[in-house]
């Protein structure tokens, strides 16, 4: 059994910084690329950002050069650091992590998060 959980979101004002957790929790042996996705009411989910196993990084336009994406392996955390917070920001926050399971069958597949909110308002 795997399960993620995602942190750290809440009110901020224009122009502020959050700093968002996926962790993996269970029966994980590895993660592969991890993505970040937002939905904000009324709208379709809207993807953010991805890391791969690697480290290598990509951004939706909207995000890039104020989201970072970053990963822990050995705490089996991935993080994304939000700055310059705007209002349209503002949607439910949530992580889709490839995993491979440490116990048979060694199933890899994908798993999703809760969902943390954020909102961005004055």
């Given at each position: 059994?795997?399960?993620?959980v995602?942190?750290?979101?809440g009110?901020v004002?224009p122009?502020?910084?959050?700093?968002?957790?996926?962790?993996?929790?269970g029966?994980?042996?590895?993660i592969?690329?991890?993505?970040?996705y937002?939905?904000?009411?009324?709208?379709?989910?809207?993807?953010v950002?991805?890391i791969?196993?690697?480290?290598?990084?990509n951004?939706?336009?909207s995000?890039?050069?104020r989201?970072?994406?970053s990963?822990?392996?050995?705490k089996?955390?991935?993080?994304?650091?939000?700055?310059s917070?705007?209002?349209?920001?503002t949607?439910?926050?949530?992580?889709?992590?490839i995993?491979?399971?440490s116990r048979?069958?060694?199933?890899t597949?994908?798993?999703?998060?809760?969902?943390?909110?954020?909102?961005?308002?004055s």
């Amino acid at each position: 059994q795997v399960q993620l959980v995602e942190s750290g979101g809440g009110l901020v004002q224009p122009g502020g910084s959050l700093r968002l957790s996926c962790a993996a929790s269970g029966s994980v042996l590895s993660i592969g690329a991890v993505n970040w996705y937002r939905q904000a009411p009324g709208k379709e989910r809207e993807w953010v950002a991805v890391i791969s196993a690697g480290g290598s990084t990509n951004y939706a336009d909207s995000v890039r050069g104020r989201f970072t994406i970053s990963r822990d392996n050995a705490k089996n955390t991935v993080y994304l650091q939000m700055i310059s917070l705007k209002p349209e920001d503002t949607a439910v926050y949530s992580c889709n992590a490839i995993v491979k399971e440490s116990r048979p069958p060694y199933r890899t597949a994908h798993y999703w998060g809760q969902g943390t909110q954020v909102t961005v308002s004055s």
